[in-house]
């Protein structure tokens, strides 16, 4: 009797551990770019055995695909940008490819969050109201990933640095981000240096952190302004991955498919590219090496 206790024990505490988020650090995440497949510029990614140039989110069989090859390289949680306020507004077109996403999450076992712009932009109220959205259609969700760690509120990142981001929030009357408030909220570096605060370091350039080192951000794209980017060689890649994964909660890794801001890990060949930033000398002949850097230092393949 006392074997068959402890074995329904011991499965239990392996359902907890499997159904609820990881709250041992660091957690790997990455983003994902679902639209501006025009900056591609030449470069293919490999989509269900095709180089294809503008691999399509609405198509859910390819974002199976692009989801197998993260979840292979040994990551489980996606940031999805919808930073552009378009993509809100002309939702016939986008929203099934953030919809698709969350079907393959869960087919997958995955994690998601949602990406949000910049409210210095396009005002907090706007974004209070995007939120508001999300809290009702996807915050709810079993795969809509909460931040862990001791706080249980679902995750989301703004497009803005904490050292803009909370002066503004503190000016904001209260009616305009109640939605907003119900989210623990990241923010990340854009085009311009930045003090870190402890919301930092989610992304979005180079790389960067949170003030207290819980949240680390690395990308294969050097540089924070546009004039100083240009694609890291293996070696700084593999350096770079290595220490975000030196994080205490969280470790962002890139995007798997932004060619607009240069970050892209993803399997992708570059040989064609029209954008410099999407090419190292060194590198531009392997497709998979960024990809593969990766997958061996959260996989050990």
Request: aromatic share 12%; with cysteine; net charge negative.
């Amino acid at each position: 009797m006392r074997g068959i206790l402890l074995f329904l024990a011991a499965m239990s505490m392996t359902f907890l551990h499997s159904c609820g988020p990881k709250t041992e650090g660091p957690v790997p995440v990455c983003h994902l770019l679902v639209c501006c497949r025009g900056y591609n510029s030449g470069s293919t990614f490999l989509v269900q055995d095709n180089w294809n140039p503008a691999h399509d989110y609405r198509d859910i069989a390819q974002v199976r695909d692009i989801l197998q090859k993260i979840k292979d390289a040994g990551i489980n949680v996606v940031s999805i940008d919808f930073t552009n306020p378009a993509q809100w507004e002309a939702w016939d077109e986008y929203g099934k490819m953030l919809d698709n996403i969350v079907t393959v999450c869960h087919e997958k076992e995955m994690e998601f969050l949602i990406f949000i712009g910049n409210p210095a932009a396009w005002r907090m109220k706007f974004w209070n109201g995007i939120a508001g959205k999300i809290w009702d259609k996807y915050a709810q969700d079993p795969s809509y990933r909460r931040y862990g760690f001791g706080d249980d509120r679902p995750l989301m990142v703004v497009f803005l640095p904490g050292e803009s981001f909370w002066p503004l929030w503190e000016n904001t009357p209260d009616e305009e981000k109640d939605n907003l408030k119900k989210f623990r909220l990241g923010t990340c570096q854009v085009n311009d240096p930045i003090d870190p605060c402890p919301s930092d370091g989610w992304g979005y350039r180079n790389i960067s952190e949170s003030s207290d080192g819980a949240v680390r951000f690395c990308s294969p794209n050097s540089g924070v302004p546009p004039k100083d980017w240009a694609r890291v060689d293996a070696a700084e890649w593999e350096r770079r991955v290595e220490w975000a994964l030196g994080a205490k909660e969280y470790a962002v890794i890139g995007s798997y498919d932004d060619t607009c801001d240069a970050i892209h890990w993803g399997i992708s060949d570059a040989s064609a590219s029209e954008r410099s930033v999407h090419i190292n000398p060194s590198t531009v002949n392997d497709p998979f090496i960024y990809y593969n850097i990766v997958k061996k230092a959260l996989t050990g393949k």
